[in-house]
């Protein structure tokens, strides 16, 4: 069972809002979520870190969450361009080790 | 502007080696700590190992504990991943990550190099 669990595909229309959740076991402890964004054919880059920051040129329509083991990514002003893979992680210190979920499939209908 | 580049991937046989090399530069590479991340074809990201600066700590992923070694030459502002006993199942595109020191947040990623082992 992995630490963390994403839904393996999410889905909305364009302009609408759509939220990815991450949901971590109950023994990862006290972790900080990072989201990454691949979209198809490149490489992933960093959408949100520390749970809610944005690096720099991100768009304000990316925000995250988190609520105890589990965080959540929202999009809002879905835009065909987002359509891509998304996956959360996060450093588990009580397994010393780095951990992504296995990433959310986002369709732009 | 922060570039990695990886290179070394290629097809290569069970059982054998091969070592990764990423090319970093735009930024003070001794200062930060790196990450090896690989993806399976049509499959997810998977964490292998992490260095830290001056080469320490390290950690490797289980999926990869005893074949593979990561190092740093901070001289060349390099990083490597020396990979053993290679399998099927390594089959991937291997990533470089800048690590940037706030909660396990890889900043800059690499554009990956393609590692086939087959037969």
């Known amino acids: 069972q992995s630490l963390l669990t994403q839904p393996p595909s999410a889905s909305g229309t364009p302009g609408q809002r759509v939220s990815i959740s991450c949901s971590g076991s109950s023994n990862i402890g006290n972790v900080n979520f990072n989201w990454y964004q691949q979209l198809p054919g490149t490489a992933p880059r960093l959408l949100i870190y520390?749970?809610?920051e944005r690096p720099a040129g991100v768009p304000d329509r990316f925000s995250g969450s988190r609520s105890g083991t589990s965080a959540s990514l929202a999009i809002t002003g879905l835009q065909s361009d987002d359509e891509g893979d998304y996956y959360c992680?996060?450093?588990?210190?009580?397994?010393?080790?780095?951990?992504f979920g296995g990433g959310t499939k986002l369709t732009v209908l | 502007e922060v570039r990695l580049v990886e290179s070394g991937g290629t097809l290569v046989q069970p059982g054998g080696s091969l070592r990764l090399s990423c090319a970093a530069s735009?930024?003070?590479?001794?200062?930060?700590?790196l990450n090896w991340v690989r993806q399976a074809p049509g499959k997810g990201l998977e964490w292998l190992a992490y260095i830290g600066r001056g080469g320490s700590p390290i950690f490797y992923g289980d999926a990869v504990k005893g074949r593979f070694t990561i190092s740093r030459d901070d001289a060349k502002s390099s990083l490597y991943l020396q990979m053993d006993s290679l399998r099927d199942e390594d089959t991937g595109v291997y990533y470089c990550?800048?690590?940037?020191?706030?909660?396990?947040?890889?900043?800059?990623w690499g554009q990956g190099t393609l590692v086939t082992v087959s037969s």
């Open positions: 992680a996060a450093w588990v210190g009580v397994v010393t080790s780095r951990v």
């Open positions: 735009g930024f003070t590479f001794a200062s930060y700590s």
């Open positions: 990550t800048r690590d940037s020191g706030t909660t396990g947040a890889d900043d800059y």
């Open positions: 520390n749970n809610y």
